[in-house]
């Protein structure tokens, strides 16, 4: 299997230490893999039904089900597993047992050569698999486009083998007056062709040297008869070769022809979904008609990791990755919606009349479907997951741009909470985005925070090295609205940026977390990251602000980090610096998070910062993509060598801890951690390690 490649395991074993030993032998030997440990039918169930593995290492013992059982859930699947046992010791009816089982060997506890020999070789039919299923994919997604095209001409086509109809599109089926493809799948053209011309249409398809085109005479599903030019021209189909029929009706204008050209423009050419431009006119008609018969609403669906997959397997690659997404989305939707790729990697749903909670659960089935699915490009798997925004279309949508804008920022705020996750755009926050109140912004957040609307949470940051008992915290800012629902800060910070008041909220976030640590003595061993947005880096007076604060609050400016985003700082290295340099004068550290997603970890020598936050999209795919493991281990040691640490974002399971742990990493934040919290209740005396 090529570098990339990854394999999903089930490993069926009694609770304890012999799953991670089978797993461990595995890691050790370079198999690239992700594993899920079951212990009984139930569990291995519930498994299979979120997503079926590649391969299934079945142990022994007396809570494991029998070998039998677990092929036929395998089977009740309907899929090929392979089936690995591990015996203690092989009797004639275990070895009667695994054959019927279908299990092309049996591997004895200990064996760890024997192991490896066989996932080897069931590896290989899983690369034999993939590769199968990559060229059946490819293949449906051309016939997909090619079909979205056909469908879309104005001109009636279909395809014919020995005369008979194996695809007609909905002009065709028009012209002829027949309302569904299965009325002329498998019916000869000559059941079309009026009888007094059906001598001459034969003798037309048998000349070798017949002219281009044919004038005769059709009928209608009616009965009544029509006049037509028809092309008839070879082609091929799955089935083998054919003949591709175009047919007009002789009184055919010049603006039809035009219409043919207006149709193909409303399509997205790559995926054949509709396209943005039709989208922003359907979504304008909408709003202009008024919103009634149920709900209306856009999704908006940005894949997180795109542009990753983009530099590593190029810009054909990357195609394909859009197209069998967007195909998994348009599955995602009824007919009724209108799907449509928006640009590059986002994807936009227009909905008719659903109720919002069928929309939300509609985007959290396609963002599961997303999450799961392994794409196989140029022999190498790829996962990724997707960010989804929903806007509600109510009183206060006054334009498709103005929808969209909230739609775009509720994805945002999911992105930039994590990833992989679903927020709905506030409508509260549309009641006070609406044009009459847009002057009183100012107002507004001081209103937000004279009323106690901000509060912090605190989540810890730990050590993998020291044991010392030193406390880390980052703080991170909620936000309430007036009907008190949790607004996440991108959301209401993205309009506070937009119009000149981010540095507004930064200076309540930085003078509360001081007056907060002022409640501790000067030498209390306890660090607080204070992120800082990028606009605010301009703003001339910020500094001296700070220093003010820290005095006024008499606070060890020692146990002060702030962080600052990697593209705030790449894009205006001049003020960053400047920022940075009087904060390091008032003996305040400084930090760069997210990094990582700019792919330079040579910026990290030019950077003028103490801490290196390495970016939670890394995190996330770091126990199996090879690519994520050198980007890390590539940041570690470059900063080292410049003298700078590193802190993991978004650490949420064992498996990345490991692997982080192993790469010189150090520190870790994340769930696996804590979640954030609005109390300080982190044990750091004993912390990971």
């Not at 880096?537 to 910020?542: I, N, P, Y």
């Amino acid at each position: 299997m090529n570098e990339g490649e990854v394999l999903h395991l089930v490993i069926i074993e009694e609770p304890g230490e012999k799953a991670e030993s089978h797993a461990s032998t595995l890691r050790d030997a370079g198999f690239s893999f992700r594993s899920d440990t079951v212990h009984d039918l139930g569990s291995l169930k519930s498994r299979l039904d979120s997503a079926l593995p590649d391969i299934v290492i079945c142990g022994e013992g007396p809570g494991v089900p029998d070998l039998e059982s677990v092929r036929r859930l395998l089977n009740e699947r309907g899929a090929s597993i392979p089936l690995i046992p591990l015996v203690n010791e092989a009797s004639v009816a275990e070895v009667s047992a695994a054959r019927k089982a279908g299990a092309d060997t049996l591997v004895f506890y200990g064996q760890a050569e024997d192991l490896l020999a066989a996932v080897s070789r069931e590896r290989e039919r899983v690369v034999l698999r993939r590769k199968i299923g990559s060229f059946e994919q490819a293949l449906m997604e051309s016939e997909l486009v090619c079909h979205a095209l056909m469908e879309t001409c104005r001109d009636a086509a279909a395809y014919l083998q020995d005369s008979r109809h194996v695809y007609t599109n909905q002009a065709y089926r028009d012209m002829f007056g027949y309302a569904r493809p299965e009325e002329l799948s498998g019916r000869t053209l000559l059941d079309l062709v009026d009888p007094e011309h059906r001598e001459r249409f034969s003798s037309h398809v048998m000349d070798d040297n017949r002219a281009d085109s044919l004038e005769i005479r059709c009928i209608h599903s009616n009965g009544d008869v029509f006049d037509a030019v028809m092309e008839l021209s070879p082609s091929s189909v799955i089935g083998g070769p054919c003949n591709g029929l175009i047919i007009r009706t002789r009184t055919r204008t010049e603006d039809d022809r035009t219409w043919d050209l207006d149709a193909l423009t409303r399509k997205d050419m790559l995926t054949g979904l509709v396209n943005r431009q039709t989208f922003m006119r359907m979504l304008e008609e909408i709003i202009s008609n008024g919103n009634s018969g149920g709900a209306r609403a856009v999704t908006y669906i940005l894949l997180d990791n795109f542009k990753l997959v983009r530099e590593d397997i190029g810009i054909a690659g990357s195609d394909r990755v859009i197209n069998c997404l967007a195909r998994l989305v348009e599955a995602a939707y009824p007919n009724t919606d209108t799907v449509a790729r928006f640009s590059d990697c986002i994807f936009t749903v227009l909905h008719h009349r659903e109720n919002e909670l069928e929309i939300q659960q509609r985007a959290e089935i396609l963002r599961k479907n997303i999450e799961k699915h392994v794409l196989e490009i140029k022999g190498r798997a790829f996962t990724t997951t997707c960010s989804i925004g929903i806007c509600i279309i109510n009183e206060h949508s006054r334009s498709a741009e103005n929808v969209l804008s909230r739609a775009d920022l509720a994805c945002e705020v999911a992105r930039s909470s994590g990833g992989n996750k679903i927020h709905v755009h506030s409508t509260a926050v549309d009641a006070q985005m609406d044009g009459n109140h847009e002057h009183e912004w100012d107002e507004i957040i001081r209103t937000t925070i004279d009323k106690e609307r901000f509060y912090l949470v605190y989540q810890p940051i730990v050590s993998l090295n020291d044991h010392n008992g030193a406390q880390r915290y980052e703080v991170l800012l909620r936000i309430v609205d007036d009907q008190g629902h949790i607004i996440l800060p991108g959301q209401f910070l993205s309009i506070a940026e937009k119009i000149g008041m981010s540095g507004e909220i930064d200076r309540w976030v930085i003078g509360t977390t001081l007056k907060f640590i002022s409640g501790y003595p000067m030498d209390a061993d306890i660090t607080f990251f204070i992120k800082i947005s990028g606009a605010t880096l301009a703003d001339g007076e910020f500094s001296a602000w700070i220093g003010h604060e820290v005095k006024e609050h008499q606070v060890n400016p020692g146990r002060v980090i702030f962080e600052i985003p990697e593209n705030a700082m790449i894009s205006d290295l001049r003020a960053t610096t400047r920022f940075v340099n009087a904060m390091q004068e008032l003996c305040c550290r400084m930090a760069v998070e997210h990094f990582g997603r700019s792919g330079q970890p040579q910026l990290i020598d030019h950077l003028p910062v103490d801490i290196i936050k390495i970016d939670g999209s890394l995190v996330d795919s770091v126990v199996a993509n090879k690519d994520s493991q050198k980007k890390i281990q590539s940041i570690v040691e470059t900063a080292h060598r410049a003298g700078k640490q590193c802190i993991a974002e978004r650490v949420d399971n064992t498996g990345s801890l490991a692997k982080l742990w192993q790469f010189g990493v150090d520190y870790i934040q994340g769930n696996f951690v804590q979640e954030p919290g609005r109390e300080l209740a982190y044990d750091f005396e004993s912390e990971v390690g």
